[in-house]
């Protein structure tokens, strides 16, 4: 988990709301503030079909000159929904989904406070989000591509040769076990 420095942001910030929308159907509240410790917390509210659905993230996640942190909220039966959270050079952000459709995410202005932009917009559930495009002042542009594990690719997104059986680097038998990483652990 990533957290911002104490002496980065205004500790005397209360949650408000730093940015709303509305498309497709789904109405939405973005809400920053900073818990006891000064760690950054923004919680997404949304109204989709009548369910009204509420995700957190805790931590701003923009060091070493980062332009943008992002998470796609997939909660239990409502669409996903994408929360951007970007600096303030940044002025806008087109998300690109797997079809190859783009959509402009409107940002919020900057939030002196946080020094952050806020903003997000409803993702459909068959067409995932592969890449945001950021721009800004002075030519300031930047792709970044989400990278996704094979195995939970789509059907049809994914070229037929690129979900087969990856062959072994070097020739010859290859030992068994070669190539099986095992899981980090915390602790």
């Given at each position: 988990m990533n957290y911002v420095r104490l002496d980065e942001l205004d500790l005397a910030a209360h949650p408000r709301a730093v940015s709303e929308g509305f498309a497709d159907g789904m109405q939405w509240s973005i809400r920053a503030e900073c818990d006891r410790a000064g760690v950054l917390?923004?919680?997404?509210?949304?109204?989709?079909?009548?369910?009204?659905?509420?995700?957190?993230?805790?931590g701003a996640s923009l060091h070493n000159g980062q332009l943008l942190s992002l998470w796609v909220g997939r909660e239990r039966d409502v669409r996903p929904f994408l929360l951007l959270r970007t600096a303030p050079a940044v002025t806008h952000a087109t998300a690109v989904l797997a079809s190859g459709d783009r959509h402009e995410v409107a940002l919020s202005p900057v939030v002196e406070s946080f020094r952050l932009r806020f903003g997000g917009m409803p993702l459909r559930e068959d067409d995932p989000l592969v890449s945001?495009?950021?721009?800004?002042?002075?030519?300031?542009?930047?792709?970044?591509?989400?990278?996704?594990p094979p195995r939970l690719a789509r059907p049809g997104l994914v070229p037929p040769a690129a979900s087969g059986p990856v062959p072994p680097a070097a020739s010859g038998p290859v030992p068994p076990g070669a190539g099986w990483v095992p899981p980090a652990r915390n602790g």
């Open positions: 917390y923004t919680v997404v509210t949304y109204t989709c079909g009548g369910a009204v659905t509420t995700f957190g993230v805790l945001v495009e950021l721009a800004g002042p002075e030519g300031l542009s930047q792709d970044v591509e989400l990278w996704r």
